[in-house]
């Protein structure tokens, strides 16, 4: 399990660890109490933790776009750079830049006092920007940083490994066409076989040899051999249909997760950033027509994607999921028999491959049959 990719999602898991941990009680418990018991010194932890938290989260989806891609697009020059400590340097960077980028949150963030209609004192954590100019600037940086360009970033790198793929499934129709007719040719070819070789020449074969007894033991070894060889032959093809038919499959299930992955980050992301958006510029109407039920919603919406990102991601992969059962089976049934269990899935496993080998390995190898089919049939 510890691929690049997966490298990659242990970072995405971490960051929406955090989003989970520092986000939702940071949030809800102030909102419930409508008082912000934790001191001005969470204040300006919190609210620097949730920075980082979404940004490492959003960097991390961008980061495993562009792999999937190279590893997909570009398979034989991914090879020489896609390495786990490639990875791990990618991973660290992503983390600094949201550590630096983030930096003003702490800064900005104060602690203030009110004065409630019972008499008695709240605080609420706010946001004071020195000039309205630099908060408008500050929220246009993150819609673009975090939002518009990681979301274009996205949908070309997913649609590009869609093309890809949608050309893949092209490519291995065709070849099951062209396996279709072998398979009827070479059953009309074992047909003919046995039937004893009745038929007229047709100029490929000479009938000059002195005809054999009939039950000569040459005549029925070698009828066999011929008989069984062709039906060998018949069988061929049809596990290969059988082993395509599961690429097929897996492709188009890698593709209906793309959608998916594309989706759910708009879904989750775009009502956050337009929203703060317009409250740096607007804050009056916007805080008149959001306050409530419609702001909550959008926050949920914003939360769930630390929700999301696991059931996309990891529980859809067939080998995530089988060795996430192989480890628990492991605290409750001696370890040998779980790893015996792994073993025999794995032996099992030959045509159910999993959306990452789907996405690596197959694809590649059917981009690499198709270009080179392709280039064949312009030469």
Known sequence: MRTVTNSFLLSLAVSDLMMAVFCMPFNLIPNILKDFIFGAAMCRIVAYLM?????ISTFSLVAIAIERYSAICNPLKSRAWQTRSHAYRVIAATWLLAFVLM???????????????DNTTAHQCRHMWP?????????????????????????VAYGLISRELY?????????KRVS?????????????ATSGGDDDGDGCYVHNAAPQPPHHPSVEMSTLSASGGVARQVEEPRLRSNTSEAKLEAKKRVIRMLVVIVAMFFVCWMPLYC???WRAFDNESAVLALSGAPISFILLLSYSSACVNPIIYCFMNTRFRKALLATFACRAVPCCRGRQSLRRSRRRGGLQRDEEDAMTTGTSVSRFSYTTVSSAGTC
Request: proline share 6%; net charge positive; charged share 10%.
């Open 51 to 55: 920075g980082i938290s979404v940004s």
């Open 103 to 117: 930096i003003p949150y702490p800064v900005i963030s104060h602690l203030e006092a009110h004065q409630r209609p």
């Open 131 to 155: 000039q309205v100019k630099a908060e408008q600037t500050w929220f246009i940086l993150l819609l673009m940083v975090l939002f518009v360009i990681p979301g274009v970033v996205m949908i």
């Open 167 to 175: 050309r893949g499934i092209q490519f291995e129709m065709g070849q």
């Open 180 to 192: 279709t007719k072998l398979k009827n040719g070479l059953a009309s070819a074992a047909t003919a």
């Open 275 to 277: 929203v703060n958006t």
